[in-house]
């Protein structure tokens, strides 16, 4: 019986999820030449976070133990997530920091699925995916260019490490949500969190003393970047592994923690 349901809940959410996803994208197509002037608008402006990459190695070899082809992998991780955020993240928190404030939340909490997964689902940006899909030819030029062979364990390394980026990337977001709860004037973290993100174009190796531990444990840029460009080098080991994962977890475990006593204080529009 418990596992028909859990089975039936799933179905729902795979049906919400690939609902705002198709009528999302429907939106998008009404104005093609936006749709396609977006995404490329988007995708120059991460590519113009290569200049200071380029002027960096016109007064040096390497930036922080890295050279040229492997910071162009590492940003192409970077283009990935970027990419990820502008599509899905962003787009679906700013959409239920505004219900929020409006107090018109009561319509993604009647539905029959978890609110976090209808505050989630609540809005997509499709076009910003081209950013991501040209993030993941960007790391098979710099593979191929960097001529590695990655082993199985490498790729099994990677998968975990990119699994706990998008995660770790999406409690972020969680966390912001969470607290437009109570702060009504926060609703500018969504810009706040895109300006950070702009540090995990440089490896974690670059910064040092508590930014390090920062973009490690607490906002795991290092996680989302840096972890699955060194899978593919072979500089990952068992310790940055297991490392990634634990982050991973405890932030999500938190944001949803925090989710949920955020939810238990919201003043609906009908209170």
Aim: glycine share 10%; charged share 10%.
């Amino acid at each position: 019986m418990s596992a028909g349901f859990e089975h039936g809940a799933a179905r729902r959410h795979l049906r919400l999820l690939g609902a705002q996803l198709r009528l999302s994208t429907l939106a998008a197509l009404e104005y093609r030449v936006g749709f396609w002037t977006e995404g490329v608008v988007g995708l120059a402006w991460s590519l113009g976070g290569v200049v200071p990459l380029v002027v960096a190695f016109e007064h040096r070899s390497d930036v922080a133990g890295w050279g040229p082809w492997e910071l162009v992998l590492l940003t192409g991780f970077f283009l990935i997530i970027s990419g990820v955020y502008a599509a899905v993240v962003q787009p679906a928190v700013s959409r239920s920091m505004t219900q929020i404030r409006t107090g018109t939340l009561d319509y993604l909490l009647l539905r029959p699925v978890d609110p976090l997964a209808s505050c989630l689902t609540a809005q997509f940006e499709p076009w910003s995916l081209i950013e991501t899909l040209t993030g993941i030819v960007v790391v098979i030029v710099a593979t191929a260019k960097l001529g590695l062979s990655p082993s199985v364990g490498q790729l099994g390394a990677l998968a975990v490490v990119l699994v706990c980026g998008l995660l770790s990337l999406v409690a972020l977001g969680v966390l912001m949500l969470s607290a437009s709860f109570k702060a009504m004037e926060l609703q500018n973290l969504t810009s706040l969190m895109e300006t950070l993100l702009g540090f995990a174009h440089w490896p974690v190796s670059v910064f040092r003393g508590p930014l390090k531990l920062v973009f490690t444990f607490v906002v795991p840029f290092a996680v989302m970047t840096s972890y699955p460009a060194q899978s593919l080098i072979g500089g990952l080991g068992w310790a940055e592994l297991l490392g990634a994962v634990g982050t991973t977890l405890a932030l999500t475990v938190g944001a949803r923690v925090i989710w949920g006593r955020a939810l238990r204080g919201y003043t609906s529009a009908s209170s």
